[in-house]
């Protein structure tokens, strides 16, 4: 396991973290340190670092920026009442990094070093850990493609970088129901595109629908199958399931539904309790 060097922040650029009760909203607020590994073809993942939040430099010829090269993940760490921290299956979520890296054909991860290097940020981010109910600290592990170049090609070079957040509930109407828009204008994936991986592209292609749902007065799209625009997939920011008389019913893994952490624990649960 490589060591992580951690580079002090100096005091004075500290930022005040939210007061307890304040309504944190979601990805507003960001803490004081980054995780960043640099990747370069034929050395492998290397640097690693804790260094201070600030502006990542960038070539404007960056690959990122111009093809697309881009996958990340969104997981969260809960302060449990006795005052300790907890995360939920983060291997999972560097597993399936790896698995929308692949896709777009970025390097894979080492993930128990991925997951260690969430852990020694969020320990010496610990303070920032919201106790209020509903609440909890956001983690944002993103890897772009960071090789200056035009053409269409696959990098050479990759940054991987972890971001911290104290959030609370995703919608602004906090955790009451959500409405619901579906969608039978646009589509979101079809078989053999980009519908599971967790990428850049998947978020853009679904502003328009979003930004005509909210005119609507609706907080999210439901997706539908890209050939027969009536079989249900996804929502913008969850997987869906549906409980029919007695039974639990979701999408099946097909390639065009991200293979959610949540999706999965709710179906282990389900099983277990012979539904």
């Given at each position: 396991?490589?060591?992580?060097?951690?580079?002090?922040?100096?005091?004075?650029?500290?930022?005040?973290?939210?007061?307890?009760?304040?309504?944190?909203?979601?990805?507003?607020?960001?803490?004081?340190?980054?995780?960043?590994?640099?990747?370069?073809?034929?050395?492998?993942?290397?640097?690693?670092?804790?260094?201070?939040?600030?502006?990542?430099?960038m070539d404007p010829a960056a690959l990122v920026l111009h093809y697309g090269q881009e996958v990340f993940e969104g997981l969260k760490a809960y302060r449990w009442p006795n005052g300790d921290t907890y995360l939920f299956r983060p291997r999972n979520n560097f597993e399936r990094m790896n698995r929308s890296a692949r896709r777009l054909c970025m390097p894979d991860l080492d993930v128990d070093f991925a997951v260690e290097a969430a852990k020694k940020l969020i320990r010496l981010e610990k303070d920032w850990v919201p106790s209020m109910p509903g609440s909890s600290l956001y983690i944002r592990p993103n890897m772009i493609a960071n090789e200056p170049a035009l053409g269409v090609q696959v990098s050479d070079q990759y940054l991987f970088y972890i971001m911290l957040g104290p959030v609370g509930a995703y919608y602004p109407q906090g955790f009451s129901p959500t409405q619901i828009y579906v969608s039978e204008k646009y589509i979101r994936a079809a078989q053999g595109g980009l519908g599971e991986a967790k990428t850049l592209a998947n978020y853009a292609h679904s502003l328009l629908a979003q930004e005509e749902a909210h005119e609507e007065g609706y907080n999210q799209v439901l997706w539908l199958d890209a050939i027969e625009r009536k079989y249900v997939e996804e929502v913008g920011t969850s997987n869906i399931f549906f409980y029919v008389g007695d039974e639990l019913v979701t999408p099946p893994l097909a390639g065009t539904i991200l293979p959610g952490i949540t999706r999965d624990s709710v179906l282990q649960l389900a099983r277990s309790w012979e539904m």
């Open positions: 396991m490589k060591e992580i060097p951690i580079i002090q922040a100096a005091p004075e650029v500290l930022k005040k973290k939210p007061e307890p009760g304040q309504q944190l909203g979601f990805g507003k607020i960001f803490t004081d340190y980054l995780f960043l590994l640099d990747y370069q073809k034929g050395k492998g993942w290397i640097n690693p670092r804790i260094e201070p939040y600030r502006p990542i430099p």
